[in-house]
């Protein structure tokens, strides 16, 4: 049993939200509770500032947008807390996705003004999939805010997810008071930067009388009585599960309610876990090392065109200079350039055990989705899943003779990970993506790093879907204005359909083929 008691004071959380909700405010306060920064405005900074540096984030820094994913580790209350960010935009794109892979816990910010948006939508799901505790951070509370049982009611109702109230605000805008801790019978009160620990009386209690507007008081009382009485149990497991979000009301740009969020977070989170193989588990305190590569994020220093790989540690413990074996190709490989990312920089680092991620630098040795351990035994982590893309290009060089470069730069950034690749009879180039900003992310790295045009044409498809069927089956007759076929770059069949009606009409028409959402990344590409 390695490392056990080391282990459980580590916890991995992804913090998702709807751009503008406060993602980066809450990260920052965060990051200074730990000591990590000392500046609040530092996380800003370091993407108007240190991106600015590295050129292909010259998009990022255009459409003031964070394009890369980045980690940050940090400690507080004897424990250490890795945070993985993710892009905030509409045009995020599949590494959002992969990043929630790789976490075991999850920090929903919601702007208390506007409820559940799109984009929290979409990135709830892929929690939910993976059944991970969510957490919900309702921000903003120092401006006008909707109604907050209103607030809970939309959680409910538009993600599907149960939530209990572990704080509550008192008042709203500018009669906003504070809020109640109903786990620890406190109140913490905003302007007077107070905490009252209440008798047992709690809310009806004395001590409140004459400290809170009578209004509020009255307010408060028959709202909480209202979740005492129709709101949801406090239930550690069902947190545990994903089955049940805790909610926190607070102000991340104040920095109120945010400590408060963070030591019910610690005492409420999962500390890393065991992890699926394809033949079985791997568990935390394994002796062997083991991880896996859930991003690869290239050109942090243009000049050498490096990339660094991101890896969970699953079980062990990482040595720098150790030697490893990477699954996929059974080779061996010293582990000697390793770092640790930091809130504004990156550290050497000699050691790190399960629940810690570390950065590799890499020269096109690793891929998504790879597996690397000392154990004697063969060891696959569990693929990550491909998302199905919902947009798909037609793309060639602008110039032909450029072919070489084209292809080699389309090649390695689609085993990166940056967009998906297809081909069709004619052996067009099709990339797939889930957001726009792949596409120009594609275009950028191709031109600046493979020194190559290019020109994308739209195609009128929304849905792929893998299929299922063997090698003698005529899957072109299948095809119409609707539906065409591709090959991914593992050269499996996949019909692109126009829109959803097309595919159900699809599968009214043909039954014999069975047809698949999502297929794994990491099939063998040798
Ligand atoms: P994001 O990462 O989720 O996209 O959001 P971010 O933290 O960048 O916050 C978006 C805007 O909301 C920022 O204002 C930020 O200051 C503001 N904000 C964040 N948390 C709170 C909060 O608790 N209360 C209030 N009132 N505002 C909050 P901005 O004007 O767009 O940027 P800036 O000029 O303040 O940097």
Redesign the pocket.
């Given at each position: 049993m390695q490392n056990q008691d080391q282990i459980q004071k580590r916890r991995i959380f992804g913090i998702i939200?709807h751009?503008?909700?406060?993602?980066?405010?809450l990260t920052e306060k965060l990051l200074l509770h730990g000591g990590a920064i000392r500046e609040a405005g530092t996380v800003?900074a370091r993407r108007n500032d240190k991106f600015a540096k590295s050129d292909w984030m010259e998009i990022e820094k255009k459409r003031g947008i964070s394009v890369t994913s980045s980690v940050m580790q940090f400690e507080y209350d004897d424990k250490i807390i890795s945070i993985m960010d993710t892009p905030?935009h509409n045009d995020f794109g599949e590494d959002t996705y992969r990043i929630l892979t790789s976490v075991d816990n999850a920090v929903m910010?919601i702007d208390a003004a506007k409820g559940i948006e799109t984009q929290t939508k979409k990135l709830f799901s892929v929690c939910s999939m993976r059944h991970i505790p969510v957490f919900t951070f309702i921000?903003?509370l120092?401006?006008q805010a909707r109604d907050p049982l209103e607030l809970m009611e939309e959680l409910e109702e538009v993600l599907g997810l149960p939530s209990v109230a572990i704080t509550w605000p008192i008042g709203n805008g500018i009669t906003f008071e504070g809020v109640y801790d109903r786990l620890e019978n406190q109140v913490h009160l905003y302007r007077q930067k107070k905490t009252i620990t209440l008798d047992e009386k709690g809310i009806y209690s004395d001590m409140l009388e004459g400290v809170l507007d009578p209004m509020n008081l009255t307010n408060l009382r028959n709202e909480i009585d209202l979740l005492d009485g129709a709101g949801n149990e406090f239930n550690i497991t069902k947190i545990y599960n994903g089955e049940l979000s805790p909610v926190f009301f607070g102000?991340?740009?104040?920095d109120f309610g945010v400590t408060t969020f963070l030591n019910h977070f610690l005492k409420m989170s999962k500390f890393p876990g065991t992890r699926k193989t394809t033949t079985g588990e791997v568990n935390p305190t394994d002796d062997f090392f083991s991880g896996f590569i859930f991003k690869i994020q290239a050109n942090m220093n243009p000049a050498h065109r490096d990339r660094l790989a991101f890896v969970r540690i699953c079980s062990g413990t990482f040595e720098r200079g150790m030697n490893v074996t990477l699954s996929r190709t059974g080779k061996t490989l010293k582990l000697s350039q390793s770092t640790q990312l930091m809130a504004n920089e990156r550290e050497i680092v000699d050691t790190a055990i399960a629940g810690d991620i570390i950065g590799l630098y890499d020269s096109g040795t690793y891929q998504i989705g790879d597996t690397i351990t000392n154990s004697k035994d063969k060891l696959f982590f569990e693929p990550l899943p491909t998302f199905p893309p919902e947009l798909f290009r037609r793309v060639s060089p602008v110039n032909s003779l450029k072919g070489k470069n084209f292809h080699k730069g389309v090649k390695q950034l689609a085993q990166e990970g940056t967009i998906q690749i297809y081909r069709n009879d004619f052996n067009d180039v099709i990339l797939g993506a889930v957001g726009v900003l792949q596409f120009e992310v594609f275009e950028y790295r191709l031109k600046n790093e493979y020194n190559t045009d290019i020109r994308m044409d739209n195609l009128d498809y929304t849905v792929a879907r893998w299929i299922k069927a063997n090698d003698s089956v005529d899957l072109k007759k299948h095809e119409n204005s609707r539906c065409t076929l591709v090959y991914d770059r593992f050269d499996r069949p996949v019909y692109l359909f126009s829109n959803m009606y097309a595919l159900n009409a699809f599968e009214d028409r043909v039954k014999d083929l069975e047809l698949i959402e999502a297929l794994n990344v990491t099939d063998e590409e040798n």
């Open positions: 939200s751009p503008d909700a406060g993602k980066t405010t800003k905030g910010v921000n903003k120092d401006r102000s991340a740009l104040v």
